[in-house]
């Protein structure tokens, strides 16, 4: 399976889940080229409603939607859907609205278009809400699989998407279920956990850590909330160190739910590595890099959390 961007996966998954279920609607405002849903509105007009650069309208018309039974996917880029979140928190959270919040170009990785375009605070504030699971798929097949998963899921959620390509880390086995981690590969020295675009940079990371004969289980957290709670502190337990390594602002990520749930069960020495400051303009590859979360920079951070 080559790399694909998991918006481009989503659009994909949409359109044939679409077939079969004439519940699903697509909301956008302006960017279905960009989310991927340019091919479901050429192939359902009636079923695809864009309204424009209007993002606070089209949450409110995708709850509607919901209360009224479709299966509505609200889709931006993440810094737009979500930085209408009085209108989400209202209108989708409060109601338990049946919408799919979709946040597309999550991230530093999204390269040159800069700050105001990258979803970097996103999911801190979708957290915050009661109701909302928050899933960020790390390749293809779990993409495919958690567009599924979301059709058949009873009430709202949030669906963070990459416009970077993604190097396929799932087996072809692998079963996307919320509130459960995949282990990628196996450790006892140290638990390094990605989520979305880092999360082959974390496996690339632990052969780089291997050749210094430090052994790094390597988690992939897809489901961000709910947390696996049972696996992360089984591997905690197990390694006696916790990394986490995100695409998103240090405060209130993945990085800050393994806190929160650590401190509280299993007070575990953690590193949290995540984007520090704002977004910058740059290539997808030089921003990680700066940021550290490249394999090389996730690998320097975890020698020398481990003082080696």
Same mark, same amino acid.
């Given at each position: 399976?080559?790399?694909?961007?998991?918006?481009?996966?989503?659009?994909?998954?949409? $359109?044939?889940?679409?077939?079969?279920?004439?519940?699903?609607?697509?909301?956008?405002?302006?960017?279905?080229? /960009?989310?991927?849903?340019?091919?479901?509105?050429?192939?359902?007009?009636?079923?695809?409603?864009?309204?424009? %650069?209007?993002? +606070?309208?089209?949450?409110?018309?995708? &709850?509607?939607?919901?209360?009224?039974?479709?299966?509505?996917?609200?889709?931006?880029?993440?810094?737009?859907?979500?930085?209408?979140?009085?209108?989400?928190?209202?209108?989708?959270?409060?109601?338990?609205?049946?919408?799919? %919040?979709?946040?597309?170009?999550?991230?530093?990785?999204?390269?040159?278009?800069?700050?105001?375009?990258?979803?970097?605070?996103?999911?801190?504030?979708?957290?915050?809400?009661?109701?909302?699971?928050?899933?960020?798929? &790390?390749?293809?097949?779990?993409?495919?699989? !958690?567009?599924? #998963?979301?059709?058949?899921?009873?009430?709202?959620?949030?669906?963070?998407?990459?416009?970077?390509?993604?190097?396929?880390?799932?087996?072809?086995?692998?079963?996307?279920?919320?509130?459960? #981690?995949?282990?990628?590969?196996?450790?006892?020295?140290?638990?390094?956990?990605?989520?979305?675009?880092?999360?082959?940079?974390?496996?690339?990371?632990?052969? $780089? @850590?291997?050749?210094? +004969?430090?052994?790094?289980?390597?988690?992939? &957290?897809?489901?961000?909330?709910?947390?696996?709670?049972?696996?992360?502190?089984?591997?905690?337990?197990?390694?006696?160190?916790?990394?986490? &390594?995100?695409?998103?602002?240090?405060?209130?990520? @993945?990085?800050?739910?393994?806190?929160? !749930?650590?401190?509280?069960? $299993?007070?575990?020495?953690?590193?949290?590595?995540?984007?520090?400051?704002?977004?910058?303009?740059?290539?997808?590859?030089?921003?990680?890099?700066?940021?550290? @979360?490249?394999?090389?920079? %996730?690998?320097? /951070?975890?020698?020398?959390?481990?003082?080696?």
């Amino acid at each position: 399976m080559p790399a694909k961007a998991s918006r481009a996966a989503f659009g994909e998954a949409l $359109l044939e889940l679409g077939a079969k279920d004439d519940r699903i609607v697509t909301v956008d405002a302006d960017l279905s080229k /960009s989310t991927m849903t340019a091919r479901f509105a050429k192939t359902y007009p009636d079923r695809a409603f864009n309204l424009g %650069i209007a993002e +606070s309208n089209m949450v409110g018309i995708g &709850a509607g939607l919901a209360l009224a039974g479709r299966i509505p996917f609200v889709c931006s880029f993440a810094c737009f859907v979500v930085g209408r979140f009085e209108t989400i928190r209202i209108s989708v959270a409060y109601t338990n609205a049946n919408v799919k %919040i979709v946040g597309t170009h999550a991230g530093i990785a999204i390269g040159e278009d800069g700050y105001s375009q990258m979803g970097l605070e996103d999911i801190a504030c979708i957290r915050a809400l009661p109701n909302l699971p928050v899933i960020q798929p &790390a390749d293809e097949l779990e993409t495919r699989q !958690a567009v599924a #998963w979301a059709v058949e899921h009873e009430g709202p959620l949030y669906l963070r998407l990459t416009r970077q390509n993604l190097e396929p880390v799932c087996p072809p086995d692998y079963r996307f279920r919320p509130g459960r #981690w995949l282990v990628l590969r196996p450790g006892n020295e140290v638990t390094l956990i990605g989520s979305g675009g880092t999360v082959f940079n974390c496996l690339e990371a632990a052969k $780089l @850590l291997e050749a210094d +004969s430090i052994s790094a289980e390597v988690v992939n &957290a897809a489901s961000i909330k709910p947390l696996d709670e049972e696996g992360l502190l089984g591997s905690a337990g197990k390694t006696g160190h916790v990394v986490t &390594a995100e695409d998103h602002a240090i405060t209130g990520g @993945l990085g800050g739910a393994v806190a929160e !749930a650590l401190a509280e069960a $299993l007070p575990t020495p953690l590193k949290r590595l995540g984007v520090q400051g704002f977004g910058e303009s740059g290539d997808p590859k030089s921003l990680y890099a700066k940021h550290g @979360l490249d394999p090389a920079g %996730i690998a320097a /951070s975890v020698r020398k959390f481990l003082n080696r």
